[in-house]
């Protein structure tokens, strides 16, 4: 009985800030050289640990037909934050990409990624831009990717 009345205050602190579900959408790829899916159905979490930060991670399907899962952090600095629109960063780990050499796994599958992004928020409602840098060696270009979200 301690151990269940600590658990709950021990994470207490946890998306005090907000905690946010995306519902991926879609996708648009800049000058391709191939044809790629533009619409990417997922879903992910925003947990805002605090104003500035949040941990994120989701699944969605990705322009190449293939399942992407990808966890990591957003840093969106006080500074960068215009009533409803806020730019912000993120960095970590995405599946479902051949990454060459920087990949990780038994068949490079894995791979950082490291992005800006565009939010917006009003109330328990908003949209996420997400600007992807090109993977080269899947021949994936820049893309920008498309979120809606809601907070709980």
């Known amino acids: 009985m301690a151990v269940s009345m600590w658990a709950p205050a021990a994470h207490a602190g946890w998306c005090d ?3 946010w579900v995306d519902a991926m959408i879609g996708s648009h790829h800049v000058n ?3 044809e790629f899916k533009q619409f990417n ?3 992910g979490l925003e947990c805002w640990v605090s104003p500035q930060w949040a941990v994120t991670g989701g ?3 990705n322009s190449l037909s293939k ?3 990808y966890g990591g952090g957003v840093w969106a600095p006080e500074f960068l934050h215009w009533r409803f629109v806020r730019l912000a960063a993120m960095a970590g780990l995405i599946s479902g990409y051949d ?3 920087w990949g990780l796994g038994h068949n490079h599958t894995v791979g950082p990624v490291a992005a800006p992004l565009i939010m917006f928020d009003y109330k328990r409602v908003g949209a996420n831009i997400i600007l992807i840098p090109p993977i ?3 021949d994936l270009p820049f893309t920008i990717g ?3 979200k809601v907070k709980f």
Do not use: E, H, Q, V
């Open 32 to 34: 391709p050289d191939k």
């Open 99 to 101: 990454y060459g050499n």
């Open 67 to 69: 399942p992407s899962f």
């Open 146 to 148: 498309f979120m809606l």
């Open 136 to 138: 080269p060696s899947d």
């Open 59 to 61: 699944y969605f399907r």
């Open 17 to 19: 800030d907000g905690l």
């Open 41 to 43: 159905p997922g879903i």
